[in-house]
């Protein structure tokens, strides 16, 4: 790992800045390559990943890596995947607004350490704070966005794939894969698709 985001993660470990550093296990900062051209957003810890200190690793984590899979990444070497928030919120409740204020520093350096082409947002907590925008993420996913100069693909959050498990086509399962599609094409270089286009929200 470059130095710089061993220093990011070793003072994101030490991270007191909101109330959830009281009750958390693990601060669970990221999974996957330093240098990745994709970087996956998700929203906050849940136990397992609490529990491990690394994100993605339960039911939604172990279904995101099969669709990357799915599409020839490798979630390793491909991706760089990290949440809004690095520490789990009690219940898996949603994030308040001070903690996401509070944690934002983190991610935004792990933006600019990563430096990723693209980005892959999960579920609408995590779209709608990121691009601070209140377009649902039912209209916003499948179409190519731009945020501080970088791609943006926002779509479903794993979990919720999970709860819609029906791969039927317009499904969530199948509209996801569609998207994770897209990012694998632009990743290759068929980049006509990467205009932003916020033609049809
Ligand atoms: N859900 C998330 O948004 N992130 C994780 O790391 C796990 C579940």
Same mark, same amino acid.
């Given at each position: 790992?470059?130095?710089?985001?061993?220093?990011?993660?070793?003072?994101?470990?030490?991270?007191? #800045?909101?109330?959830?550093?009281?009750?958390?296990?693990?601060?669970?900062?990221?999974?996957?390559?330093?240098?990745?051209?994709?970087?996956?957003?998700?929203e906050a810890p849940?136990?397992?990943?609490?529990?491990?200190?690394?994100?993605?690793?339960?039911?939604?984590? #172990?279904?995101?890596?099969?669709?990357?899979?799915?599409?020839?990444?490798?979630?390793?070497?491909?991706? !760089?995947?990290?949440?809004?928030?690095?520490? #789990?919120?009690?219940?898996?409740?949603?994030?308040?607004?001070?903690?996401?204020?509070?944690?934002?520093?983190?991610?935004?350096?792990?933006?600019?350490?990563?430096?990723?082409?693209?980005?892959?947002?999960?579920?609408?907590?995590?779209?709608?704070?990121?691009l601070e925008c209140?377009?649902?993420?039912? #209209?916003?996913?499948?179409?190519?966005?731009?945020?501080?100069?970088?791609?943006?693909?926002?779509?479903?959050?794993?979990? !919720?794939?999970?709860?819609?498990?029906?791969?039927?086509?317009?499904?969530?399962?199948?509209?996801?894969?569609a998207d994770l599609?897209?990012?694998?094409?632009?990743?290759?270089?068929?980049?006509?698709?990467?205009?932003?286009?916020?033609?049809?929200?």
């Open positions: 790992m470059r130095v710089s985001l061993e220093d990011l993660k070793a003072s994101c470990l030490q991270c007191q #800045r909101c109330d959830l550093a009281k009750e958390r296990k693990h601060v669970v900062v990221s999974r996957g390559h330093p240098s990745a051209r994709l970087m996956v957003i998700g849940g136990a397992d990943e609490d529990a491990q200190g690394r994100p993605f690793v339960g039911r939604s984590g #172990r279904l995101l890596d099969a669709c990357l899979t799915e599409v020839g990444l490798d979630q390793a070497d491909d991706t !760089y995947i990290c949440n809004l928030i690095k520490c #789990r919120p009690p219940g898996n409740r949603r994030p308040t607004p001070a903690e996401l204020k509070a944690c934002r520093p983190w991610l935004d350096r792990q933006i600019l350490e990563v430096n990723p082409e693209i980005l892959f947002i999960l579920g609408a907590t995590a779209t709608a704070t990121l209140r377009t649902p993420i039912s #209209r916003l996913r499948g179409h190519w966005t731009e945020w501080k100069g970088r791609c943006v693909m926002p779509s479903f959050h794993p979990s !919720y794939l999970l709860r819609n498990p029906s791969r039927e086509p317009g499904k969530p399962h199948s509209l996801f894969m599609t897209h990012v694998k094409h632009a990743l290759n270089g068929a980049v006509s698709g990467l205009t932003p286009d916020s033609s049809d929200r």
